[in-house]
C-alpha cells in the first residue's frame, strides 16, 4: 500500500513559482506512472502534468512552458515546479500514483495565486 503526502502548497503573488512534492511511503514509486491533478473551486478536476516510469512527460496547454513535473525514485517522490503562476492556476493540487489496476491519491495541498 502506497501512501502519498502532498507538500509546498501556499499563498503567491501572479508571476510568482512554487515547488510542490509528494513524498511516497509504503513502497517504492519507480514503476508508477505520476501525476498531479488539480480541482478549483466548482470546477472537475484536471491532469496538470504526468510523468512515466522511465520519465516521459505530459503536460496540460495551460501549464505548457511554465511547469515542469519531475521524479526521484531513491527519494520516492514527486515535484511540480510552478513558475508565472496565475489566478487560474488556483486549485487544490493532488498527486496520483497508478500502475495497472493498483491507484492511489494524496490528501492535496491548496495552492492560491493572487492576481
Known amino acids: 500500500q502506497v501512501q502519498l503526502v502532498e507538500s509546498g502548497g501556499g499563498l503567491v503573488q501572479a508571476g510568482g513559482s512554487l515547488r510542490l512534492s509528494c513524498a511516497a511511503s509504503g513502497g517504492t514509486i519507480s514503476g508508477y506512472t505520476m501525476g498531479w491533478i488539480r480541482q478549483a473551486p466548482g470546477k472537475q478536476r484536471e491532469l496538470v502534468a504526468i510523468i512515466s516510469s522511465r520519465g516521459s512527460t505530459n503536460y496540460a496547454d495551460s501549464v505548457k512552458g511554465r511547469f515542469t513535473i519531475s521524479r526521484d525514485n531513491v527519494k520516492s517522490t514527486l515535484y511540480l515546479q510552478m513558475n508565472s503562476l496565475k489566478p487560474e492556476d488556483t486549485a487544490v493540487y493532488y498527486c496520483?500514483?497508478?500502475?495497472?489496476?493498483?491507484?492511489?491519491w494524496g490528501q492535496g495541498t491548496q495552492v492560491t495565486v493572487s492576481s
Open positions: 496520483n500514483a497508478h500502475r495497472l489496476l493498483s491507484v492511489y
